[in-house]
Every structure is written in C-alpha cells, then in structure tokens.
T-cell receptor
C-alpha cells in the first residue's frame, strides 16, 4: 500500500516564476493538507482540501492556491515566487473524520 | 505568544538513558494531540497520538495535562536511532489544521 506520494522531490525556480507541486494521498484517505516548513521551524499550515473544496486556509497570501481532484489527489500552486518561498512543502492526508495525518516525503523548493 | 511551543534542545542523552520533554499549547479548546518524529531533511512521521489517559508504545510514553495545557513525551532506554527532532502537533477540531511546534532535537550518544 503506497503511502502519500509527492512530486517532484526537488525543484529550483527563479524569482517571479510559478510552480505546481503534486500530491497523491494514501489509499482510503480523502482529505489533503499542505504545509510549508522552513529550516529550523515546524510545518506551517497552508490549506486543506476535502471533497474538492478548500475547507480551511492558513495565513498564506493568495499567491498560494490549490486544487483537489475527484480521485483525491491534490496540487499546490504558487505564483510570483519570492526568495522567501524556499522551503520544504509537505502534503499530508487523513482518513474521513480522523485527525491523524500522514505526510509525504515533501518537495524541496529553492527559489533563486 | 506562539500557539504551540517546544524547547528546541538539543537534549544530549547517553544511550540507554531516559529523556523527557514537553510541549505547551495556548488554545484551551484543543482536542487532538500528536507527537511526530522528523529526521534531518525528511518528512515528519507520526510517532503516536496522545490520549487523555496517557498512552505508551514500547519505550515511548505520552501524557496530556489539560489543566496546565501541555503534552509530554518520555523515551526510555534511548537508542542511537532515536536521534531526531520531535514535533508536537495540536488540533482544535476533528478535522482541519495541525498546529506544530518548532520541534525538540534529541541527540543520543554512545
């Protein structure tokens, strides 16, 4: 049983560009959350998707947007990249009605 | 004040010893509590959920103190492989965001 999978694992982008990160949840999980983790910090909640809708959003600008597909997979899009967007982006999935979240291996984004 | 706070450490622990550390949270409405383990440059892995009655999983024991608003993790008989950063996470609903602390680094030495 595959766990949460994310792609790509590493990415280098130039300031001002746009990026799309992808996540496939664990089998049986319908809820996908995205987190940003800067070096030395804990993961910061970006948003959560459930039933193809953004259910909750953290304190991130509109440059961060997402989508969830009918098969529960999800994308995170970041526009107009800033140097400060460099971080590990983590996707987490959970079962219906369960709070325990399981993380993918993350995408390490570097903005230069 | 941060919503979830942890002592960053590092906690330097001799192999075989016991180490314990806490995580405090500010939202009294918090309902779910977790400990995650994160190795350098890897993803957080769920170590254990923390229940009101406390729970134990092998060498790991987690406790919840609602009155003082903290959770704790105790590791007995530390192994070299226990060296990692331990993140606590708190949730105020049955769904939605997990609020993480910045992590406590544990270094187990031979």
């Amino acid at each position: 049983d595959a766990g949460v999978t994310q792609s790509p694992t590493h990415l280098i982008k130039t300031r001002g560009q746009q990026v799309t990160l992808r996540c496939s949840p664990k089998s049986g999980h319908d809820t996908v959350s995205w987190y940003q983790q800067a070096l030395g910090q804990g993961p910061q909640f970006i948003f959560q998707y459930y039933e193809e809708e953004e259910r909750q959003r953290g304190n991130f600008p509109d440059r961060f947007s997402g989508h969830q597909y009918p098969n529960y997979s999800s994308e995170l899009n970041v526009n107009a990249l800033l140097l400060g967007d460099s971080a590990l982006y983590l996707c987490a999935s959970s079962e219906p009605g369960v709070t325990e979240a399981f993380f993918g291996q993350g995408t390490r984004l570097t903005v230069v | 004040r941060k919503e979830v706070e942890q002592d960053p450490g590092p906690f330097n622990v001799p192999e075989g010893a016991t180490v314990a550390f806490n995580c405090t949270y500010s939202n009294s409405a918090s309902q779910s509590f977790f400990w995650y383990r994160q190795d350098c440059r890897k993803e957080p892995k769920l170590l254990m959920s923390v229940y009101s009655s406390g729970n134990e999983d092998g060498r790991f024991t987690a406790q919840l103190n609602r009155a003082s608003q903290y959770i704790s993790l105790l590791i007995r008989d530390s192994k070299l492989s226990d060296s990692a950063t331990y993140l606590c996470a708190v949730n105020s609903a049955s769904w939605g965001k997990l609020q993480f602390g910045a992590g406590t680094q544990v270094v187990v030495t031979p």
